[in-house]
């Protein structure tokens, strides 16, 4: 075996640099000026009188928390409950009503806040004189009902504890998340793209937040900063009906609150490893079934090494507070090259490292402050060769960098009956998709005498760097008047976006060998790092004795962008109008520069009113009824913008294309050209009569596709989201929940062809049409004939992006939970009833034929009818846990795709497009077939995870195994999948036999050692 030349490690860029000194010089300019708190929450103590069955007011409530130092005491109001606002989501609280003459002692311990949110505790009080003391005796401090007595919020956690039981596949915690009710693995239209999905809807409009504040990539979507594990302290699912305070989103939100520290000193040191085989399962060599972390397939010989140390304890006793944490995963992969001459293996590796710090600090009893840094440096390496075998040699590897840094400061006054947070934070994220190993090369496709690829060498042949830097401003007022809870707040964010973007400004060459120099390629000894400069040498030949067929080059290799400015305000009014009813009314309003498109300031959208609505009533101290309704927004997708720049042109000869839209009605009369176009990228072509390497300056530019900017401007997509539920503990360990949701979407991002043919009918084959056919290759439309239908002549596509889709949802959520306490198990069961249909998919989503949107209506590819996830733990000892999780899915949709075989083409209608590399949708569909109109089988995973621990000193050590796909059952949906290889595209009629392109992951092993104190 001839190895990969091996390659150093790069140390941080400049730029990374930059930004890392950046935030840290943020970090203490601010902390020195201001002073700041982090993570805020609030809790509502209720007191009920089991034995009246009604409130209890002028009880006198405690609040303590040791951790850090905290404690309060509050009188209960009209209404039975006592508030607390600003509190800090450090540590644990206890609450509880001393004995008194009326009533035996109440107390619930270790209650758990998290950030931005509002928890209900209700003391049931047990009178004196209806029950003995030995009858109300608590054992382990809890005499609680867990059930939401405060809003109509449909959400759901994994607190710490939950996610240390469960088997998470390398302590990345998006990938526990679909544990969550609502929440299922997601089929998305690049590598990267989010894992999960909510409600069943595209991911990338999810919202992410770390403590309450933006964690999202902006360009596309997804989180920033992949969260380890081991600095959560609880992770929220937001699913429907969630405060005015949340905006940006119409889907769902993601709400981490992280760990802090306290007065005792804790800590954690971990190594996890993945051996990969001969322990694995596998399903065959040809079936690419394992991801890493990233998203991107990788082949069975797959290893993990990861290790990292969490600590966190005093500075100051109650008073300042540090938690810092480090986490490193190297990844071992392997690909093969097989190309002739050179059999080999090629090696790569990944690293990812997570960097957190926390430092929380109480300057009196009314100010608080925090500050939050987090840091990561994620290199994905592209090694060349194939999962299965490829062509592409090691002198065109490249490596996707994802690199970023999030430095926060969230500010809290507590008064008496005042709240008042200043919270800023600044982030810098870098996104490389292909950094180039040899950045200077030009691009070399060797084809045979066939023209079949036969070797991929030099430059990756494109560029995709983007940076963001991103400031976010929020201000918030909370302020208790009698009965009333009224909130008002700001938030802004504004992003600055940078891409280089384009081709390859070295120029990419097309050489066809002919037979004697394929023979001599295919007899000699090639190495895996063979670059263009080397091929004449490898072949023996001068070098203008290859055959260039085709050269292309970037002309205009270019850094563009936008900034993207975010405005939200809202106020909400909590009200108890009785001692049972709590009703929550809010009013949202959000802005976002980028829905002025190409119509300029006019063109924005700026009526985005969102009133939200929920009501909680509980019919006795267990039992709630709560529901709800509000619109929410999402925000202009960057990539939107971004796309319309990139792939657009302001050449003379292309505005008078647009000109001519203008003049035949297809854009509004009063579109500037000017504004709807841009110099963006611009790539250009010589066939044949070039030499080997030698840039020829006579290039012609490609007359590709193009997509300009909307001359309407965009409206931001909205939801209008419907809940109803109720909640019911049982004992003081159980509880039971049921909702039942409904959303209606508009407004939602699709492609609009602008040069579309005008076809004398629909332009579709029908299922009788081709019944009827002799030759189905004779039903075809020509594409030449086409575009003679074409308002500008000449075939090139003409688009841009509109706000014009739609979507429905429906579901019913059955919930079950069984906490720990002071049991020997503990678990939850949730099973989801839904259905979503749309008639758009995601931002680059086209109608089959001639934006003709009303043939689009149908299953989203991400629905399925049934979801049933559980997770059970038993604690056979003090030093045993076992955890067994669940998750069983019915199939994902299938979109049926013509047979080339049989039509000659997949582009039916003769307009171009057919199902390729980057399909999102968009192909044409067999003749009759609605979209996504077939189903894949159920999917069946479970995971198992085996933990034993023993104490050493202070701490303890902690073993633990994690298998995931115990039973090595073959998914072939249901699993978190890029969509260019999932199997929901099929060839044929519908009910055809399945072809299996992909699977889930087989079955996998995961050992770790952990020493915590």
């Known amino acids: ?146 059930v939401n007595r405060v809003n109509g919020e449909v959400s759901s956690s994994l607190s710490a504890a939950s996610l240390e039981d469960l088997p998470v596949e390398g302590r990345n915690f998006t990938q526990s998340l679909y544990r969550l009710p609502n929440v299922t693995p997601s089929t998305g239209f690049f590598p990267e793209a989010p894992n999960v999905s909510i409600n069943g809807a595209n991911g990338l409009y999810t919202n992410y937040l770390i403590d309450g504040m933006d964690n999202n990539e902006q360009f596309l979507g997804g989180p920033q900063f992949d969260v380890p594990t081991g600095i959560v302290k609880d992770v929220t699912v937001l699913t429907s009906t969630y405060s005015a305070e949340y905006g940006r989103t119409g889907n769902g939100i993601f709400n981490v609150t992280t760990k802090s520290g306290s007065n005792q000193w804790t800590g954690e040191a971990f190594y996890l490893t993945r051996p990969g085989q001969p322990l694995d399962g596998e399903f065959g060599a040809d079936t690419p079934t394992q991801r890493d972390l990233s998203g991107n397939t990788v082949k069975s010989g797959f290893q993990r090494q990861q290790g990292g140390f969490a600590l966190g304890g005093p500075i100051v006793a109650d008073q300042t507070f540090l938690h810092v944490s480090l986490e490193h995963t190297t990844d071992f992969k392997d690909n093969r090259l097989d190309a002739p001459g050179v059999q080999e293996t090629v090696d790569g590796q990944n690293h990812l490292t997570y960097a957190s710090a926390r430092v929380d600090h109480r300057w009196n009893d009314q100010w608080r402050s925090t500050a939050r840094l987090n840091a990561n440096r994620v290199h994905i390496e592209n090694q060349g060769g194939g999962l299965t075998g490829g062509v592409t040699f090691a002198s065109a590897a490249n490596t996707e960098e994802r690199d970023g840094v999030h430095a926060a400061l969230q500010n809290t006054y507590t008064g008496d009956n005042l709240v008042y947070e200043s919270n800023v934070q600044y ?173 300029g300031a006019d063109a924005a959208d700026y009526n985005n009113l969102a009133p939200r609505l929920s009501l909680n009533y509980a019919l006795d101290a267990r039992t709630t009824l709560r529901g709800g309704y509000g619109i929410f927004y999402d925000k202009i997708v960057y990539a939107v913008t971004s796309d319309a720049l990139e792939s657009n042109s302001n050449d003379p000869a292309f505005k008078n294309d647009i000109r001519t839209l203008v003049e035949k009605g297809i854009l509004p009369e009063n579109t500037d050209v000017d504004e709807v176009t841009f110099n963006g990228t611009r790539s250009a072509q010589r066939d044949g009569a070039v030499g080997y390497l030698q840039r020829p300056s006579d290039v012609t530019p490609l007359s590709g596709g193009r997509r300009i900017l909307n001359p309407n401007g965009y409206e931001n997509p909205q939801t209008h989201q419907f809940s109803l539920g109720v909640q019911r503990q049982f004992g003081d360990a159980w509880l039971a929940y049921v909702d039942l949701i409904h959303t209606r979407s508009y407004d939602l991002f699709r492609i609009r062809e602008l040069n579309t043919p005008d076809y004398p009918g629909d332009g579709d084959i029908s299922a009788e049409e081709l019944a009827n056919a002799d030759d189905p290759s004779d039903l075809v439309l020509d594409p030449d004939e086409v575009d003679d239908l074409r308002p500008v002549p000449g075939g090139r596509s003409i688009t841009m992006t509109e706000t014009e889709g739609e979507a429905r949802y429906w579901a019913a959520n059955f919930n079950l939970v069984k906490d720990r306490g002071g049991d020997w198990y503990s678990g939850r069961l949730s099973y989801t009833l839904s259905r979503l249909r749309n008639n758009t998919g995601d931002i680059n989503f086209r109608a089959e034929t001639a934006n003709q949107y009303g043939d689009e209506w149908g299953p989203s590819v991400n629905d399925r009818r049934h979801v049933i996830s559980t997770v059970g733990t038993v604690y056979p000892t003090d030093r045993l846990r076992v955890t067994l999780a669940s998750l069983l899915q019915s199939g994902q949709p299938i979109n049926w795709v013509p047979d080339a075989s049989i039509f000659g083409t997949r582009d039916l209608n003769g307009d171009g497009r057919e199902y390729g590399a980057q399909y999102v949708g968009n192909s044409d569909r067999w003749p009759g077939a609605e979209r996504n109109s077939g189903r894949l089988p159920w999917s069946y995973r479970f995971d198992l995870s085996v933990q034993y621990g023993w104490s050493i000193g202070a701490g303890r050590v902690v073993a633990r195994a994690d298998v995931f796909n115990v039973l090595n059952t073959k998914n072939l949906s249901g699993f978190a999948n890029n969509a260019t290889q999932s199997n929901q595209i099929q060839v044929g009629p519908p009910g055809s036999d399945i072809e299996e392109k992909n699977a889930g992951p087989p079955r996998q092993f995961q050992f770790g050692l952990r020493y915590e104190f």
């Open 1 to 146: 075996m001839c190895p990969m030349t091996p390659r150093t490690t790069p140390t941080l860029s400049p730029r990374s640099q930059r930004a890392l000194w950046t935030a840290c010089l943020f970090l203490l300019l601010v902390g020195f000026t201001a002073p700041n708190a982090h993570g805020q929450a609030a809790l509502e103590v209720h007191a009920f009188d089991v034995e009246a069955n009604e409130s209890v007011s002028g009880a006198v409530v405690h609040l303590v928390n040791e951790g850090i130092g905290f404690e309060s005491t509050r009188r209960t109001d009209d209404q039975g409950t006592a508030q607390w606002g600003g509190l800090s989501t450090a540590g644990a609280y206890s609450v509880f009503i001393e004995e008194n003459d009326r009533f035996y002692e109440a107390r619930v311990s270790d209650v758990e806040l998290r950030a931005d949110a509002t928890r209900s505790v209700t003391l049931v009080l047990r009178p004196v004189a209806a029950y003995e003391l030995d009858e109300v005796v608590v054992e382990g401090g809890r005499s609680v009902a867990d």
């Open 427 to 599: 982030s810098w994220f870098n996104w490389d998709a292909g950094n180039p190993q040899n950045p200077n090369s030009p691009r070399v496709t060797v084809q045979d005498t066939s023209s079949s690829n036969i070797a991929f060498l030099g430059h990756p042949g494109f560029q995709f760097d983007s940076v963001e830097n991103t400031f976010q401003v929020q201000q918030k007022l909370t302020y208790q008047l009698g009965s009333h809870t009224l909130k008002a707040g700001l938030d802004v964010l504004t992003s600055d976006h940078r891409l280089a973007g384009g081709g390859n400004p070295n120029g990419n060459y097309v050489v066809r060998l002919d037979a004697a120099q394929t023979e001599a390629f295919a007899n000699a000894t090639l190495s895996p790092s063979l670059t263009p400069s080397e091929l004449p040498r490898a072949l023996g030949v001068d070098p203008q004795a290859l055959n260039v067929t085709n050269y292309s080059v970037e002309l205009r290799p270019s850094t563009f962008g936008r900034r993207q400015n975010l405005i939200g305000l809202y106020v909400e009014d909590q009200f108890t109008p009785l001692p049972d009813l709590t009703v929550t009314t809010g009013l949202r309003y959000d802005y976002d520069s980028l829905t002025e498109g190409g119509g």
